[in-house]
């Protein structure tokens, strides 16, 4: 009874306490998947006693549905900045105090400028990586099956149906996605990547049609293994995934080799945000893991594992040169020129989009 009486008291000094009690050290972190070196959880645990909990997605309409709901019960997640400005515009994150955030000054303005399109002056989020969507390929069975010239620099080498009859076999991949799938057909069939009527829509969902008998999954993370244990041939998939795919094949030593491409038409470039939702459990840690990785050292070794840039400009001189000197991590102006980003969709012409992949993928 009396221990009763004791616990309620502490509860009830807790729920006064309120729950960013310094005595929390914890932070529960909701990330995409593949995206970090474990090591970096363990540094910010060491430094700061605070434990770190990793959870993983692989989809923004995962996150975006959980983060609309509310009592997420996370305390940073990190959506695309695309899906970040529709989710600023329902209410659902903290402003960051920036005088909170000392490491900030090690941030690149170049990306920052960027983000702050979709997050004007990136009053909720920080730049985690950022990256492109294009075509990983397994190098020898491509050539294989369409010649010396198979056109691995296209979007042609899948949204060519011809091509793509020809790759079925040894399977083709596309990430479930649709903010990013049908902006890659509207571009490839000539229209603008962000069109949102319902005719371009229409027209991207015939174009998709025709390959989808061809398309053996839709799926925005298995990609990666199936790329590295030649599994299948091509995946429509994000940069630096498909180069750990091409990292895990080395590793394992099984003569697969994998390769990226930016597609000459153009791909997209996109920017993944920590943000902190505004019923977190644990605010304050959330900010001491945000300042935590925009420390160069650390953000650097995270890009020098998933293989994404980052937009934290002091950490490039930790970053190995094979990956900032890759044209295709870092691309420099002539790439960067056939690079486009996609404007916020508004809430009715998401649900348009979201109806025409479900009839894509669903093959009707
Ligand atoms: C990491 C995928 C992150 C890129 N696996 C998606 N924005």
Redesign the pocket.
């Given at each position: 009874m009396r221990d009763a009486l004791a616990g309620g008291l502490v509860a009830a000094a807790l729920i006064v306490a309120g729950p960013a009690a310094a005595q929390d050290k914890v932070v529960n972190v909701y990330n995409?998947?593949?995206?970090i070196d474990e090591s970096i959880l363990k540094d910010f645990e060491a430094e700061t006693g605070i434990k770190v909990n990793y959870d993983v997605f692989?989809s923004?309409e995962i996150l975006e549905t959980k983060l609309l709901a509310g009592s997420t019960g996370y305390d940073v997640v990190v959506p695309?900045a695309s899906f970040l400005a529709r989710q600023i515009q329902a209410g659902v994150f903290s402003e960051l105090d920036k005088s909170e955030l000392p490491n900030i000054k090690n941030m690149w303005p170049v990306i920052a400028e960027r983000t702050a399109i979709y997050d004007p002056d990136n009053t909720y989020s920080i730049n985690y990586?950022w990256?492109t969507?294009g075509l990983g390929y397994n190098v020898d069975k491509v050539k294989e099956r369409l010649g010396e010239d198979a056109p691995v620099d296209s979007w042609a080498l899948v949204f060519d149906p011809a091509n793509a009859e020809k790759l079925q076999d040894c399977g083709i991949h596309m990430l479930d996605?649709p903010e990013e799938i049908i902006p890659a057909a509207l571009n490839y069939i000539g229209l603008d990547p962000n069109a949102r009527d319902r005719e371009s829509f229409e027209k991207a969902s015939e174009m998709l049609a025709k390959i989808r008998p061809y398309v053996q999954k839709f799926h925005?993370?298995e990609y990666?293994n199936a790329l590295a244990n030649g599994d299948i041939c091509v995946a429509i998939g994000?940069s630096?995934?498909v180069f750990?795919a091409r990292d895990r094949a080395a590793e394992a030593d099984n003569g697969v080799s994998v390769e990226y491409s930016i597609p000459k038409e153009g791909a997209l470039m996109?920017f993944?945000q920590m943000a902190i939702p505004k019923d977190a459990p644990h605010p304050e840690n959330a900010m001491a893991f945000i300042n935590f990785m925009m420390k160069p050292e650390e953000i650097a070794k995270a890009t020098n594992y998933?293989y994404?840039a980052n937009g934290n400009e002091a950490s490039q001189e930790f970053i190995e040169a094979e990956i900032l000197d890759d044209p295709q991590i870092y691309p420099p102006e002539d790439v960067l020129e056939r690079l486009y980003t996609v404007e916020v969709y508004n809430p009715r012409d998401q649900r348009n989009l979201t109806r025409t992949w479900t009839s894509v993928k669903s093959g009707i």
């Amino acid at each position: 009874m009396r221990d009763a009486l004791a616990g309620g008291l502490v509860a009830a000094a807790l729920i006064v306490a309120g729950p960013a009690a310094a005595q929390d050290k914890v932070v529960n972190v909701y990330n995409w998947s593949d995206y970090i070196d474990e090591s970096i959880l363990k540094d910010f645990e060491a430094e700061t006693g605070i434990k770190v909990n990793y959870d993983v997605f692989d989809s923004n309409e995962i996150l975006e549905t959980k983060l609309l709901a509310g009592s997420t019960g996370y305390d940073v997640v990190v959506p695309t900045a695309s899906f970040l400005a529709r989710q600023i515009q329902a209410g659902v994150f903290s402003e960051l105090d920036k005088s909170e955030l000392p490491n900030i000054k090690n941030m690149w303005p170049v990306i920052a400028e960027r983000t702050a399109i979709y997050d004007p002056d990136n009053t909720y989020s920080i730049n985690y990586m950022w990256g492109t969507t294009g075509l990983g390929y397994n190098v020898d069975k491509v050539k294989e099956r369409l010649g010396e010239d198979a056109p691995v620099d296209s979007w042609a080498l899948v949204f060519d149906p011809a091509n793509a009859e020809k790759l079925q076999d040894c399977g083709i991949h596309m990430l479930d996605a649709p903010e990013e799938i049908i902006p890659a057909a509207l571009n490839y069939i000539g229209l603008d990547p962000n069109a949102r009527d319902r005719e371009s829509f229409e027209k991207a969902s015939e174009m998709l049609a025709k390959i989808r008998p061809y398309v053996q999954k839709f799926h925005s993370s298995e990609y990666i293994n199936a790329l590295a244990n030649g599994d299948i041939c091509v995946a429509i998939g994000w940069s630096g995934d498909v180069f750990q795919a091409r990292d895990r094949a080395a590793e394992a030593d099984n003569g697969v080799s994998v390769e990226y491409s930016i597609p000459k038409e153009g791909a997209l470039m996109w920017f993944d945000q920590m943000a902190i939702p505004k019923d977190a459990p644990h605010p304050e840690n959330a900010m001491a893991f945000i300042n935590f990785m925009m420390k160069p050292e650390e953000i650097a070794k995270a890009t020098n594992y998933v293989y994404y840039a980052n937009g934290n400009e002091a950490s490039q001189e930790f970053i190995e040169a094979e990956i900032l000197d890759d044209p295709q991590i870092y691309p420099p102006e002539d790439v960067l020129e056939r690079l486009y980003t996609v404007e916020v969709y508004n809430p009715r012409d998401q649900r348009n989009l979201t109806r025409t992949w479900t009839s894509v993928k669903s093959g009707i």
